[in-house]
């Protein structure tokens, strides 16, 4: 059967009014998915992302076949060859699709002749993004998201934000309460495709959707028992309750089954109930219109090299406690990568202030970290990945990002979580056997970037703490040990 067009699908733009689909034609074009050998290496990635990746897809190609549409799922080695051969079969050269989401689907996609149209998964386009950028001196999201709200026209009273503040970060830093308690959680029952693609990859948990209709269950779920409590708990963790009160949404929203205009529009139109504190539905925007953006636009701002970037020259490779909490005492550290292990997931705070913490600390090459990172998680795109990880988590592009490095010794895990109580160390030692880690390599870290740190005002007062530290060698001594064993495993 020949076909006057391929419209290619990427794995991540699975949405029915966005993107390619938007222009497709039942009759004339064939829609082609293309599960690559690389994208689903059971070598390299967690087998709960491949499980959600793959079903995700093979559900979308099944509901657009029952609409109607003319559909290949191809399994190939690379999506270069699935394409080249579904060219072969339907004697179709035109291959139509959006601008894809990361440097390297596009330049393949080009390489083959591609037609695109506008990547629309995202609520910025890329050239207002970097107009905006371009006119910056330093990337500040809170700038960014400010015009975001104006433009966009959310949670705006004319043109004053609704609450009368742009942003209520203060507000959103509590720790839980002693008896908090851990909200059941929405489960996402298997059917046939589900099944298949389990036993494929040897899984079996239930946390997450592989369809639309079931994130649009989570959103719901998330906007009738979470959103309230959203904002005031997002910075919170807890060995017993491992998402708190987010969203979870993050899977969906990068594999494209929900738009973030549909998530907006839903959480404004629940705020407007009445019952839901500003202070969280500005959090949640925040998050979406804001971070989400800000991070999607820095990506193809900052370059296809920007991956790259090692300012703190950081060589140290990956610690064995990443690929095995059981080579680690640090109960933070174990508690929150054998949940990585198995949800593949963790929320913003555990990735930043202690798996990048502990990555950035000990000097960890930014590479090495970003390839564990990008392996590990089910919502990691390339896109979403390499700013966070280089720019924010690891300080490796010396602050091009981020003004300064999110840097934090064992207080502020203390301060935010359960998890010291029962470590053998202690958060306010930074000298001794039980030295907290953290605390110990905070300052030491510190001390070895002083010069580097020492033109940064942000990073005044940190520099001032060091200055004051009267056992400064005896810390660097411990901290010499303390890298030996998280080396070999034994911290
Ligand atoms: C080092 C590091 C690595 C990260 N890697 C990823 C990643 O690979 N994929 C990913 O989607 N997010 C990443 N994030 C951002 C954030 O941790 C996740 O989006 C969030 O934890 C997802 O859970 P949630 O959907 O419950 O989010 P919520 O806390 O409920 O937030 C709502 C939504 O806001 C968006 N969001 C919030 N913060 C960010 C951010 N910094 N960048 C982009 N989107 C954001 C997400 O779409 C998220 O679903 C990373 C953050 C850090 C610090
Ligand atoms: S004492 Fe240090 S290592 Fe132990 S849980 Fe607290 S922050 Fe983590």
């Known amino acids: 059967m020949t076909k006057k067009r391929i419209v290619y699908i990427p794995f991540d733009q699975l949405h029915r009014n966005y993107g390619a689909l938007k222009h497709a034609d039942k009759e004339d074009d064939l829609i082609v998915l293309v599960e690559s050998e690389r994208m689903v290496d059971p070598k390299r990635f967690h087998p709960l992302r491949l499980f959600f990746l793959v079903s995700s897809a093979r559900h979308f190609a099944a509901e657009l076949q029952a609409e109607g549409y003319s559909v290949e799922y191809v399994q190939a080695q690379t999506t270069r060859a699935g394409l080249e051969g579904v060219r072969a079969k339907y004697r179709t050269q035109e291959i139509y699709a959006a601008e894809q989401s990361s440097y390297r689907l596009q330049e393949t996609l080009a390489e083959l002749g591609a037609t695109f149209c506008e990547n629309d998964f995202f609520l910025t386009p890329r050239a207002l993004f ?5 006119a910056q001196k330093s990337f500040l999201m809170e700038n960014f998201y400010r015009l975001q709200r104006k433009r966009l026209n959310i949670l ?30 929405l489960e996402h029952p298997y059917d046939e495709i589900d099944r298949e693609v389990a036993a494929r990859f040897g899984v079996s948990g239930t946390y997450w959707a592989t369809t639309r209709a079931g994130a649009l269950g989570q959103l719901n779920y998330f906007l009738a028992n979470h959103f309230a409590t959203f904002g005031r708990y997002e910075d919170a963790m807890s060995s017993g309750d491992w998402s708190v009160h987010h969203s979870l949404l993050s899977p969906y929203l990068n594999n494209g089954l929900l738009h973030p205009t549909e998530v907006i529009a839903a959480a404004v139109k629940r705020f407007e109930v009445g ?29 296809a090299d920007y991956r790259s970037r090692n300012e703190l020259s950081a060589q140290r490779k990956l610690l064995p406690l990443l690929e095995d909490p059981d080579r680690t005492s640090m109960n933070c550290l174990k508690s929150i990568v054998r949940d990585v292990q198995e949800r593949s997931w963790v929320h913003h705070i555990p990735r930043l202030m202690v798996l990048s913490n502990i990555a950035l600390l000990a000097g960890v090459n930014p590479q090495e970290y970003l390839a564990w990172m990008r392996n590990q998680f089910i919502d990691a795109s390339d896109w979403v990945m390499v700013p966070n990880v280089i720019g924010m988590g690891v300080h490796g592009d010396g602050g091009v990002m981020m003004t300064k ?51 940064n005002h942000r990073m005044f007062q940190q520099l001032s703490g060091l200055k004051r530290l009267s056992d400064l060698d005896d810390v660097r001594v411990r901290a010499k040990e303390v890298l030996e064993g998280l080396e070999r495993g034994l911290i």
């Open 130 to 134: 970097k107009e905006w950028a371009q």
């Open 156 to 185: 705006m009273d004319g043109n004053s934000p609704v609450g009368g503040e742009w942003n209520f970060d203060k507000e959103n830093r509590e720790s839980l309460p002693k008896d908090h308690q851990a909200l059941a959680l």
């Open 275 to 303: 019952d839901i504190p500003i202070a969280s539905a500005e959090a949640f925007v925040r998050q979406i219109i804001g971070w989400r953006e800000y991070i999607n636009g820095m990506y193809w701002h900052l370059g």
């Open 405 to 455: 490095p999110y840097a934090s010794g064992g207080a502020y895990i203390s301060r935010m979580s359960n998890y010291c109580k029962s470590c053998i160390y202690d958060p306010k030692k930074r000298t001794g056997e039980d030295a907290c880690p953290f605390t110990t390599l905070y300052w030491n870290f510190l001390a070895e970037h002083k010069d580097k740190f020492e033109k």
